[in-house]
């Protein structure tokens, strides 16, 4: 096993560093129309399947029941920086469905924005709402909620939540999620490996609607609005997921996982797209990933450079000298 | 070129990361004892070899002239977390020269103690004392000073100062430095690319004295003592470089540097030690070091299991439940 250099890190005259990795981009019909690497072997999607996770909020009726916004829907898809309107959104799902932070199983951990953890120190310290991951938590809260179950233990792989959130991951990606496949997420829930090929699928089957029965192709499609609509709920300030879709609005959907995971759907192409990076370094697999959208995504002529600015990402040091960039390479070029 | 996959990031049943390397032990004589990947490649040393560009401010005369103690030493071969005793000591080094914090040219950033930022954070914001470097920074500083030239541009490369750096560097790596292996560091002083061979050679010299000249074999003397003495100074609060030479003492000198190198010495054993990982990764570099260790060095019998737990670091998410660990692979396993 073998995956090809994607990403070359270069520093001044020479490359310093450089990033395996492999890429599936599927259509609905689960063919594919590129493969880079090794797209067969399991991956653990990690947060990159957020929006998918979150299909059963939507379709279980869920989201109606308690008046999600569409903001608070982004949030249940997102990996979010921490800073304030995130925890405050986080806060009002939970407080929707009659619960608060204690609820919240993720564990606490300092804001991803430098700038609210910053903030936050100065009064206090972090709590599971600062958790990336609160507002899928949140989400998850809300559907233990309303499926009428006891929320305690929601987080486990045995819960009717997850069993749920089980059950739509293994339609929309067609594999078989065995417990052989299943580990612990940063944030506790389970996380099953899935190879890059389905995954692709998946994010086309998302994009698309295609290959979705009516409620679950109905919130496939709201949820996605949400997004587009409101992309820094998804991540936050300056974050990759935030620019793109604010940059290229609903014609992309992009979402980061942890260890070098980047999920993604061009709907008017009917494309899904899934990349690894064989290390886990998140900033070849948002390079990789910008250079597929530039790739397989008409754009228009003002698009064209702010885009590059992401598939080529200068690298500067603290005193902002520019001493070198991230290059995708050959393997990723049009054939 | 294709180095072999030396740590495996293991999550639950699966391998969820691979990190891929090359390695470099060599004696002073520079005969390899151990050669695994691509170790004629030049490699940017990066922070990996401050102890060495330390050497010239003791064998200069300028730690004695300005009565350099043995913590700021250790704090010119550091990258420090920015913990207030590694601030203030970089203030001292900076005093005894007569300048203060304004002539550093390594920029700030928020100390790498989260501890210390978070403290910092409740009353002001970084400056360039708090940057990993700038006990680095305040050697060159001091070198300067001591050598009677201007010490306005001490980072650049035609500086007298780095022109003397230069020259150390290249008597113990054997290497030519040439223009076109320079590039910027994060702290702007040049940094050279070097193969891994040629560091491991370096290194076994400055553990040993062998093959250098009196002053210049006293100098690394030095400097290894006051990082034996002082492994906090060089590091910080739970940090590897700290913590592996807090438990193994003088028989090993380990200094991490940026995109996934390190370097370091087993002085009884005459043998320098030079590693990189492809990707950039700092967690896979270190266990690869205490690999290294473990496998070069005579251990006693209560310094196996601490050594053991760096080799195969447990991986915990934000609840603290164990989801992994790093294991390094057959590529390393004594043949």
Redesign the interface.
Known sequence: M?DPILVE?W????V?????GAVAVADADGKLVLSVGDVEA???PRSAVKALQAIALVESGAADRYGLSDEELALACASHSGEPAHVEGVMRMLAKAGLDSLAL??????PAS?AA??AL??TGTPSALH?NCSGKHAGFLCLACAMGVDHAGYWRPEHPVQQKVRSVLEDLTGAALSV?????????VP?W?IPLKNLAHAFAKFGSGRGLHGERANAAARLRAACAQNPWYVAGTGRFCTEIMKLLGARVFVKTGA??VYCGALPEQGLGIAIKC????GR?AEAIMAAIIARFLPLEAAERAPLARFVTPTLR?????E??ALKVTEALATP
């Open positions: 073998s890190v520093r001044g005259p020479l310093e560093s450089r990033h395996r399991p991956v653990f199983a993720c564990g606490a951990h300092w430098q953890a910053v120190a100065k958790n052989d496949r299943c580990a612990v997420d940063g944030c506790s996380t490996a260890e070098g064989d290390d886990g370094a070849a040091n603290w005193n902002g000298i001493v070198g």
